[in-house]
T-cell receptor, first 115, second 114 residues
Framework: NAGVTQTPKFRILKIGQSMTLQCTQD?????MYWYRQDPGMGLKLIYY???????DKGEVPNGYNVSRSTTEDFPLRLELAAPSQTSVYFC??????????????FGPGTRLLVL | GDSVTQMEGPVTLSEEAFLTINCTYT??????LFWYVQYPGEGLQLLLK???ADDKGSNKGFEATYRKETTSFHLEKGSVQVSDSAVYFC?????????????WGLGTSLAVNP
């Protein structure tokens, strides 16, 4: 199992540009999450999904959109990038099965710089 | 609402020193408790967890005990190594119906000097 994979690893965007951060998991997990981590700070939840076709907002959804057309993929879309979106983005997933203790499995992250 | 409070960092230790990183929580019900570790330039990975009161999670020489009476889950290691330098996050599972979201502490940075 590759676990949770994210692409790209690093990207520089100009203000106003758009991009999609890709996230794929091969563990057949129903639940998936997008976080951002600003320098020296903790994690903030952007969006999450409880299964294909179902998504919901987290703490900091403004400026982002998501979709979940398959169990495996959970892309995060940035429209009209702003310097405030400079951050490291992590995707995570967890199973809906019992006994998992809600352990979340993380991807390696995408470092985004908006100039 | 539910919350996690971690001791602030950075924590700087010499190699072979004893480590304690405090974590206390506020929660309804009986959450699971987690410690995650983030090595420089990497994503978070589960270090250990405990799913009920008095459980002890352990991994790589780290330990933490789920103390319901003191609502704590302090992380300890008897002898740290330079390779333990990382950011450590305490987290708890949210209440039922919370869609398996975790509630995170702010993280504690640990630097171990040789």
């Amino acid at each position: 199992n590759a676990g949770v994979t994210q692409t790209p690893k690093f990207r520089i965007l100009k203000i106003g540009q758009s991009m999609t951060l890709q996230c794929t998991q091969d563990m057949n997990h129903n639940y998936m999450y997008w976080y951002r981590q600003d320098p020296g700070m903790g994690l903030k939840l952007i969006y999450y999904s409880v299964g294909a076709g179902i998504t919901d907002k987290g703490e900091v959804p403004n400026g982002y959109n998501v979709s979940r057309s398959t169990t495996e993929d959970f892309p995060l879309r940035l429209e009209l990038a702003a310097p405030s979106q400079t951050s490291v983005y992590f995707c995570a997933s967890t199973t809906s099965g019992r006994g998992s203790g809600e352990t979340q499995y993380f991807g390696p992250g995408t470092r985004l710089l908006v100039l | 609402g539910d919350s996690v409070t971690q001791m602030e960092g950075p924590v700087t230790l010499s190699e072979e020193a004893f480590l304690t990183i405090n974590c206390t929580y506020t929660a309804t019900g009986y959450p699971s408790l987690f410690w995650y570790v983030q090595y420089p330039g990497e994503g978070l990975q589960l270090l250990l967890k405990a799913t009920k009161a008095d459980d002890k999670g352990s991994n790589k020489g780290f330990e933490a005990t789920y103390r319901k009476e003191t609502t704590s889950f302090h992380l300890e290691k008897g002898s740290v190594q330079v390779s333990d330098s990382a950011v450590y996050f305490c987290a708890l599972s949210g209440p039922r119906g919370n869609n398996r979201k975790l509630i995170w502490g702010l993280g504690t940075s640990l630097a171990v000097n040789p």
